[in-house]
């Protein structure tokens, strides 16, 4: 007998990431991802499956255990193992599975990769950087009580706080002699490196300009490994963000994954000898996508013995797996449908692996072969689920008056009849968007779904998948452009009996919380508003977020003294006055993307105006606590959404909803 998926469903999940392929492709290392209800945590430990056929087993027991990387000959793996705030590096033999520690690793250190003779890892770490004002304090500099001093704006990061004059720089662990030796130097961070084929340099991305801090420029750099005092040296245009690279078989280019200021990212070739610079995805249309928390993708890597490139791209919402030759030509499509959503990859010789997700699963280790292109599915952590009915999203379009098709999902029974309430769901980003696989986030859907509701999400313009001119199409006009793409569906909807105009919802989170800020201080339709992580003066944003620079000169314009009244016309607090709209506002305390001050204030306007509003605030949690938060604070989240819509939109009999909830769980999840 099947069943309806459930919040509490989220306790149950186990999802393989990072996956690494051996070298002979017959064996997949990966992290498995699961929560804990007991200590409120989430618990990563390393699993090894060795083909498609065989049943997955448990390598580790650490449960902080990540970055998962076979040596060139496959007989050793490396791993990392975080502990009391130190990071740790081991080393297990695959012949036997010992297990050694290497040594404690700088903070905040990335995935280490190996030299092509196995001698060596390299890895981005942080390191205290240049003295700024007071004297620097290297011992320490990472401590929570040393003093923050900074002439700049890059000194603060979402989920890791103030940084202070911390950079990461490069870095280069010997095997033999255990030394950890420091590679570069800089006031600037540098990202992941890759090693040259014959392992005598590394590629990475960091933006050492003098006018960095303003011109937020990330370009792709090379640097000698065994010459004293090496300095880096630039490849490309100085103008590039690159956010991910790799080497050509022969040494001779890099490839590179690079945006300039304002549109989609390029898969580029970018020739050592400075030969033109190559754009190889370009005729896709579409935003290449290296990879990144709520972003998913992967960078791109080597194929057909060098011949061909793997990346990833943004296409509908979803994320799919393509090829191309590295000289040019006609990209070819390797891994793409309808809902499929490509995370993370690691190619060995004709196979390719990644983690796939689908509209029935939150994503397992699956193969592709690059001769045939035939898949195998190589893990099945998901069968738990396997007597779970999930709601399908249902794609349809909108028309709006403008002419723009706006595309969008309706998650409702399809069992049900006659107009229902209806929650708008809209999602971050702006540059984001929905798709129809799993979601392990927002199981919300699922839950209102069950209860007789209808769940409206949205790709509006200035989403990601639909081409450069839709994905640019709200630059400079946030809540203005898109506006009536949101209300124009919900005006379709109930001309078609499908919602009642009575009992409509919104929610958003991020941009998407901003936005349902600027639609209830802009119209009075909706009976519940539930605002997570949101932006209500885009002018106090600009200077307060980690990324608020970035946002005012890529997104908004300019800066906002150079035109106050654009930002007065985007800002939600400009007409908080018209605000009717019962608002759940949900927000992590320690969120400095878009910081907390953005939710207090917009809470304190709505209750000096009378508005009903409540307050949430989740201790520690960062931008992204609905994602990788505790576990108690996602479910928190999800069960509160589902409560305040049901209390305030579902009609003349409205009363609070409190749903079950497990004891094992935190505490005072419905307090």
Same mark, same amino acid.
């Given at each position: 007998?099947?069943?309806?998926?459930?919040?509490?469903?989220?306790?149950?999940?186990?999802?393989?990431?990072?996956?690494?392929?051996?070298?002979?492709?017959?064996?997949?290392?990966?992290?498995?991802?699961?929560?804990?209800?007991?200590?409120?945590?989430?618990?990563?430990?390393?699993?090894?499956?060795?083909?498609?056929?065989?049943?997955?087993?448990?390598?580790?027991?650490?449960?902080?255990?990540?970055? &998962?990387? $076979? %040596? @060139? !000959? #496959?007989?050793? *793996?490396? +791993?990392?193992?975080?502990?009391?705030?130190?990071?740790?590096?081991?080393?297990?033999?695959?012949?036997?599975?010992?297990?050694?520690?290497?040594?404690?690793?700088?903070?905040?250190?990335?995935?280490?990769?190996?030299?092509?003779?196995?001698s060596k890892l390299a890895f981005a770490a942080f390191v205290p950087g240049l003295a700024t004002g007071d004297e620097a304090a290297p011992a320490g500099a990472h401590r929570a009580d040393v003093p923050v001093v900074t002439d700049g704006r890059d000194y603060q990061s979402d989920g890791l706080g103030l940084l202070g004059t911390m950079k990461r720089q490069l870095h280069v662990f010997e095997l033999a002699t255990g030394k950890c030796i420091q590679l570069?130097?800089?006031?600037?961070?540098?990202?992941? &490196?890759? $090693? %040259? @084929? !014959? #392992?005598?340099? *590394?590629? +990475?991305a960091a933006g050492p300009a003098a006018d960095n801090d303003a011109s937020l420029t990330a370009p792709a750099h090379i640097i000698a490994v065994d010459v004293p005092d090496a300095m880096p040296t630039l490849v490309g245009p100085a103008d590039q963000v690159v956010s991910a690279v790799e080497w050509s078989a022969d040494g001779g280019a890099l490839f590179v994954v690079s945006s300039r200021p304002v549109g989609h990212a390029a898969l580029v070739r970018?020739?050592?000898?400075?030969?033109?610079?190559?754009?190889?995805?370009?005729?896709?249309?579409?935003?290449?996508?290296?990879?990144?928390?709520?972003?998913?993708?992967?960078?791109?890597?080597?194929?057909?013995?060098?011949?061909?490139?793997?990346?990833?791209?943004?296409?509908?919402?979803?994320?799919?797996?393509?090829?191309?030759?590295?000289?040019?030509?006609?990209?070819?499509?390797?891994?793409?449908?309808?809902?499929?959503?490509?995370?993370?990859?690691?190619?060995?010789?004709?196979?390719?692996?990644?983690?796939?997700?689908?509209?029935?699963?939150?994503?397992?280790?699956?193969?592709?072969?690059?001769?045939?292109?035939?898949?195998?599915?190589?893990?099945?952590?998901?069968?738990?689920?396997?007597?779970?009915?999930?709601?399908?999203?249902l794609e349809r379009g909108f028309t709006i008056s403008d002419g723009t098709v706006v595309p969008g999902w309706l998650i409702r029974d399809p069992d049900s009849a006659g107009p229902q309430p209806l929650l708008l769901d809209i999602h971050g980003g702006p540059h984001n968007a929905w798709n129809s696989a799993a979601d392990e986030v927002n199981l919300y859907h699922q839950e209102l779904a069950a209860r007789g509701w209808s769940v409206l999400l949205l790709?509006?313009?200035?989403?990601?998948?639909?081409?450069?001119?839709?994905?640019?199409?709200?630059?400079?006009?946030?809540?203005?452009?898109?506006?009536?793409?949101?209300?124009?569906?919900?005006?379709?909807?109930?001309?078609?009996?499908?919602?009642?105009?009575?009992?409509?919802?919104?929610?958003?989170?991020?941009?998407?919380?901003?936005?349902?800020?600027?639609?209830?201080?802009?119209?009075?339709?909706?009976?519940?508003?539930?605002?997570?992580?949101?932006?209500?003066?885009?002018?106090?944003?600009?200077?307060?977020?980690?990324?608020?620079?970035?946002?005012?000169?890529?997104?908004?314009?300019?800066?906002?003294?150079?035109?106050?009244?654009?930002?007065?016309?985007?800002?939600?607090?400009?007409?908080?006055?018209?605000?009717?709209?019962?608002?759940?506002?949900?927000?992590?305390?320690?969120?400095?993307?878009?910081?907390?001050?953005?939710?207090?204030?917009?809470?304190?306007?709505?209750?000096?105006?009378?508005?009903?509003?409540?307050?949430?605030?989740?201790?520690?949690?960062?931008?992204?606590?609905?994602?990788?938060?505790?576990?108690?604070?996602?479910?928190?989240?999800?069960?509160?959404?589902?409560?305040?819509?049901?209390?305030?939109?579902?009609?003349?009999?409205?009363?609070?909803?409190?749903?079950?909830?497990?004891?094992?769980?935190?505490?005072?999840?419905?307090?």
């Open positions: 007998m099947t069943r309806r998926l459930r919040i509490d469903d989220l306790l149950d999940l186990a999802v393989p990431e990072q996956p690494a392929l051996s070298p002979d492709g017959q064996r997949v290392a990966y992290v498995l991802r699961t929560l804990d209800a007991v200590t409120d945590s989430t618990e990563r430990n390393i699993w090894l499956v060795e083909n498609a056929g065989s049943s997955a087993r448990q390598l580790t027991f650490g449960n902080a255990d990540s970055s &998962p990387a $076979w %040596s @060139p !000959d #496959g007989a050793q *793996l490396s +791993f990392l193992h975080e502990s009391e705030g130190h990071v740790h590096l081991f080393i297990m033999t695959s012949e036997d599975e010992q297990v050694e520690s290497l040594g404690t690793l700088p903070m905040g250190v990335g995935k280490p990769t190996w030299s092509p003779d196995g570069t130097h800089g006031d600037w961070h540098a990202r992941d &490196p890759e $090693w %040259s @084929p !014959d #392992g005598r340099h *590394l590629a +990475f970018l020739p050592l000898d400075g030969s033109p610079a190559t754009n190889l995805a370009g005729s896709l249309d579409r935003n290449v996508m290296a990879g990144a928390p709520a972003y998913p993708g992967a960078p791109p890597q080597l194929s057909d013995s060098g011949k061909g490139l793997l990346f990833c791209v943004r296409d509908r919402g979803c994320t799919h797996l393509y090829e191309v030759d590295i000289d040019g030509g006609e990209p070819r499509p390797v891994l793409q449908g309808d809902g499929l959503v490509v995370s993370e990859l690691c190619v060995a010789g004709n196979t390719a692996v990644t983690v796939l997700k689908t509209p029935t699963s939150f994503g397992e280790i699956v193969s592709v072969d690059l001769t045939d292109g035939t898949t195998r599915v190589w893990t099945h952590h998901g069968s738990n689920f396997a007597d779970t009915d999930f709601f399908p999203r790709n509006v313009r200035g989403s990601d998948g639909y081409g450069e001119q839709f994905y640019k199409a709200a630059l400079g006009r946030w809540g203005i452009a898109d506006a009536p793409d949101f209300l124009e569906p919900l005006d379709q909807l109930v001309a078609e009996g499908v919602a009642d105009p009575d009992r409509l919802a919104v929610t958003g989170y991020s941009y998407g919380g901003y936005m349902t800020c600027y639609l209830t201080s802009r119209d009075q339709r909706f009976a519940a508003d539930v605002a997570g992580g949101v932006v209500s003066d885009l002018r106090s944003f600009a200077g307060t977020s980690d990324s608020g620079q970035f946002l005012s000169d890529r997104e908004l314009g300019g800066p906002a003294w150079a035109d106050p009244l654009g930002y007065e016309a985007m800002s939600p607090l400009s007409m908080v006055e018209h605000v009717t709209t019962p608002t759940l506002i949900l927000h992590g305390a320690d969120d400095v993307r878009c910081p907390v001050g953005q939710a207090t204030q917009w809470h304190a306007a709505l209750c000096e105006l009378g508005v009903v509003s409540r307050l949430v605030l989740y201790p520690g949690g960062s931008h992204l606590f609905t994602d990788v938060g505790q576990p108690s604070h996602r479910i928190d989240f999800n069960r509160r959404i589902v409560e305040w819509v049901e209390e305030h939109a579902n009609g003349v009999d409205s009363v609070p909803v409190r749903l079950p909830s497990r004891p094992a769980v935190g505490v005072g999840l419905n307090g």
